[in-house]
């Protein structure tokens, strides 16, 4: 049982094989959230609001039973944080090519450049918890930024 249960969990927390690219894991897991939050996407805010409370729980167990398996803080195989972040970020913006690639791109740049608080967070909450928690710190930053400017330019319809 211990076995499946750590199979599972690699699994997720890599995103599904993601986490083992290669080239940019992070990114290629950010990517992935697109794929889940396509089809979110014509669903209620309460069924999006449910997913992304679904992954980012999962996520928070996944992340930690492969951290503790690797003897790790993050693991940088570990990107279902990258998966969630990206995937809230684009749930909040027009369905459009052009928003959610600007939504994928501003997430990308937060998580990587880990502006404060979401850098303490990272450095102060540990175990899976801190792992997802980064994320959707990022994400949050990526929102405040594209949110009102969509407002602005009328991409809400």
Same mark, same amino acid.
């Given at each position: 049982m211990?076995?499946?249960?750590? &199979?599972?969990?690699?699994c997720?927390?890599?995103?599904?094989?993601?986490?083992?690219?290669?080239?940019?894991?992070?990114?290629?897991?950010?990517?992935?959230?697109?794929?889940?939050?396509?089809?979110?996407? @014509?669903?209620?805010?309460?069924?999006?609001? &449910?997913?992304?409370?679904?992954?980012?729980?999962?996520?928070?167990?996944?992340?930690?039973?492969?951290?503790?398996?690797? @003897?790790?803080?993050?693991?940088?195989?570990?990107?279902?944080?990258?998966?969630? @972040?990206?995937?809230a970020?684009?749930?909040? +913006?027009?369905?459009?090519?052009?928003?959610?690639?600007?939504?994928?791109?501003?997430?990308?740049?937060?998580? &990587?450049?880990?502006?404060?608080?979401?850098?303490?967070?990272?450095?102060?909450?540990?175990?899976?918890?801190?792992?997802?928690?980064?994320?959707?710190?990022?994400?949050?930053?990526?929102? +405040?930024?594209?949110?009102?400017?969509?407002?602005?330019?009328?991409?809400?319809?």
């Amino acid at each position: 049982m211990r076995r499946l249960q750590q &199979i599972l969990a690699d699994c997720l927390a890599y995103s599904f094989g993601a986490g083992l690219s290669p080239v940019w894991p992070g990114t290629v897991g950010a990517a992935v959230g697109l794929l889940v939050a396509w089809p979110l996407a @014509g669903t209620g805010v309460a069924q999006q609001a &449910i997913a992304l409370a679904l992954l980012f729980a999962v996520g928070t167990w996944a992340s930690a039973c492969v951290a503790r398996d690797r @003897g790790e803080e993050d693991p940088q195989v570990v990107v279902v944080d990258e998966t969630f @972040g990206a995937a809230a970020v684009v749930l909040f +913006l027009p369905v459009d090519p052009v928003w959610w690639l600007a939504g994928f791109l501003a997430f990308r740049f937060f998580d &990587i450049r880990k502006v404060w608080p979401v850098d303490w967070l990272q450095d102060t909450v540990k175990g899976g918890l801190g792992i997802m928690l980064d994320d959707a710190g990022a994400a949050l930053y990526a929102l +405040l930024v594209l949110v009102p400017l969509a407002w602005s330019l009328g991409a809400y319809g």
